[in-house]
């Protein structure tokens, strides 16, 4: 049994404390064995009955970039990106408050960092549209599921998400989970090569964080703990 002291907690305190989503990456390779490493961690993640549903593709040099120009050109291509759609609701249909608010806060304090002003399409375009490049990072990641799982296999699969997360700040390495490529998922698909049975739940990049682009600066507000929470005693 692992032995926990005030050092191994405050260790997993800041890995968990100091992951955010960082979009702007540096080329640094990250060797593979880093990498497997990392998903040896993450599996550790529980899943009912142990039934481990995640499938990972690591996807680095040329068959990533190959990936990104496919994606790219759809995306910059209107007709052809309306033919594109997500394959589950990732948002809600309604959008209420609080979380319109937080997605719209979010949404702009990223915008005013990079100095895109409303209305300004074009920029906003082009800065949805590096999700579609991993943000530079020199690894990608993308996570399929068997279609026979059902919610509950989803609910582990977030968990074997944070995992990886977590586990990639232990080793100073920062991540950015992407939901944008599910649009994209036909394209995904077929650049893995994987059967009609599995579905795309969605990407990440890997890497070493840039330091200098000041979209990493943005760290995401959270409510306090006694805004969420109700003790029944």
Same mark, same amino acid.
């Given at each position: ?8 907690? *405050?260790?997993?305190?800041? *890995? ?29 993640? &529980? ?11 690591? !996807?680095?040099?040329?068959?990533? =970039? ?6 790219? $050109? #759809? ?5 052809? $990106? ?6 589950? $609701? ?5 959008? =209420?408050? &609080?979380?319109?608010?937080? =997605? =719209? ?10 100095? /895109? ?15 579609? #490049? ?17 919610? @509950?296999?989803?609910?582990?699969? @977030? %968990?074997?998400?944070?995992? /990886?997360?977590? *586990?990639?700040? +232990? ?7 992407? #939901? ?9 698909? +077929?650049?893995?090569?994987?059967? &009609? ?6 990407? %990440? ?12 600066? !943005? ?6 703990? *006694? ?7």
């Amino acid at each position: 049994m692992t032995l926990i002291s005030p050092d191994t907690t *405050a260790a997993v305190d800041a *890995a968990i404390t100091s992951r955010h989503s960082m979009r702007a990456f540096l080329p640094t390779e990250v060797p593979r064995q880093t990498i497997e490493e990392i998903l040896a961690v993450a599996a550790r993640a &529980p899943s009912g009955t142990n039934t481990q549903p995640w499938q990972v593709h690591v !996807l680095t040099g040329g068959f990533k =970039r190959e990936l990104s120009a496919k994606i790219l $050109a #759809a995306y910059d291509d209107p007709a052809v $990106a309306a033919t594109h759609t997500e394959e589950y $609701a990732y948002y809600p249909t309604e959008w =209420r408050s &609080p979380y319109i608010d937080r =997605r =719209r806060k979010v949404g702009w304090d990223l915008y005013g960092l990079l100095q /895109i002003t409303k209305g300004d399409k074009a920029r906003m375009h082009a800065q949805h549209g590096r999700n579609y #490049a991993f943000f530079d990072a020199p690894v990608g990641l993308m996570f399929t599921i068997d279609r026979v799982m059902c919610q @509950g296999s989803w609910l582990d699969y @977030g %968990m074997f998400l944070q995992n /990886i997360m977590v *586990a990639a700040r +232990a080793r100073g390495l920062h991540t950015c989970p992407q #939901a944008a490529f599910t649009q994209f998922h036909k394209i995904i698909l +077929a650049h893995l090569g994987t059967g &009609p049975e599995q579905m795309l739940v969605c990407g %990440m990049s890997l890497g070493h964080a840039d330091p200098a682009a000041i979209e990493n600066t !943005l760290v995401t507000e959270r409510d306090p703990v *006694a805004s969420f929470t109700t003790f029944h005693e």
